[in-house]
């Protein structure tokens, strides 16, 4: 039996030619007419390679047995379809924990010293004429992290460096873990100076940083969202950063990517970035490695390297 590979979506090149060299792989993203294509190489795919794998995409794929995500998050594969077939899942963490933690520190900083607008001071000639405004520091404040996983660990670490005081809130507390945990999010905004919110995206999380969570941050906190757009209210978010609710907001993903409220481009107390989390170099090469060593490992019948179904 052949091992037939469909690539959903465009991967990074290097991956994209690893799969070539070990299967038969076929590009759905290439498709003038996907169902036709589907038609005819559906019934031969026994893997997915990438994401975006819904309930329908799974009907389409009788021989279908495994789905090797490229993505730390799989909000966007329908878990239950494929639990229900027996499919397997995998994902790639761990390899872009640094680069997360790394961006998130530095959205942190750019937000409280608000770097872009001091780049822009200065290009602009205003420094000639006047001193840039007294500005924030991260120094003695305390972040409030939501979803202490792996990469939540890692940003609270470099937070500790930074000489912030880390609090988390999650579904329960974990043991051997030297931070205050909150089993109450308002609670934990009402008590914070920063929200960071790198929980995962889904059914779970839709919406529980909310109206009242942002309350409790109040008007001298600040919102960071390296999760999903959906974890945020957004427009009680842009709602209270316009009124001044909340002091500021460092987002890296939106609810309806890449089309980002329009309210937010004229507010001058938030930091946009285009969610590139993971995007380095050496962090999506490494994603890239890890969805074929998981795609190799299943057709070795060998055990899975990063399973999640």
């Known amino acids: 039996m052949s091992n037939e590979v469909l690539i959903t979506n465009k991967l990074l090149q290097s991956c994209e030619d690893a799969i070539d060299a070990g299967y038969t792989a076929h590009r759905l993203y290439q498709q003038e007419d996907p169902e036709a294509f ?6 031969r795919i026994r893997a997915i390679a990438a994401g975006k794998v819904d309930a329908a995409l799974i009907g389409k794929l009788p021989k279908l047995e495994m789905i090797s995500n490229f993505g730390v998050g799989y ?15 995998t994902n790639t963490p761990s390899v872009l924990n640094d680069a997360m933690a790394e961006i998130t520190i530095g959205l942190m900083v750019g937000l409280a010293r608000r770097l872009p607008q001091a780049d822009r001071y200065v290009r602009e000639g205003k420094w000639l004429k006047a001193p840039f405004p007294l500005q924030s520091e991260l120094t003695g404040k305390t972040v409030g992290i939501v979803g202490l996983g792996r990469i939540g660990k890692e940003i609270a670490s470099r937070c500790l460096a930074m000489k912030m005081r880390v609090v988390y809130f999650g579904r329960r507390q974990q043991p051997n873990t030297p931070y205050v945990y909150y089993d109450k999010l308002a609670d934990m905004a009402r008590d914070a100076d920063w929200l960071v919110v790198i929980t995962p995206g889904g059914a779970g999380t839709d919406g529980i940083v909310n109206r009242a969570v942002l309350e409790a941050l109040g008007p001298k906190g600040y919102l960071v969202n390296m999760a999903r757009g959906s974890v945020v209210d957004e427009p009680v978010m842009v709602d209270m950063l316009q009124s001044g609710g909340i002091a500021g907001a460092a987002l890296d993903v939106f609810a309806d990517e890449p089309n980002v409220p329009e309210a937010l481009f004229a507010l001058d107390n938030v930091l946009l970035s285009p969610h590139q989390g993971s995007a380095t170099q050496q962090t999506r090469d490494a994603m890239g490695a890890l969805v074929v060593a998981n795609l190799d490992a299943y057709f070795a019948g060998e055990p899975l390297l990063t399973p999640v179904v």
């Open 75 to 89: 909000d966007n594969i329908d878990t239950d379809a494929a639990r229900a077939r027996n499919i397997r899942v």
């Open 38 to 43: 589907l038609k005819e190489v559906g019934p």
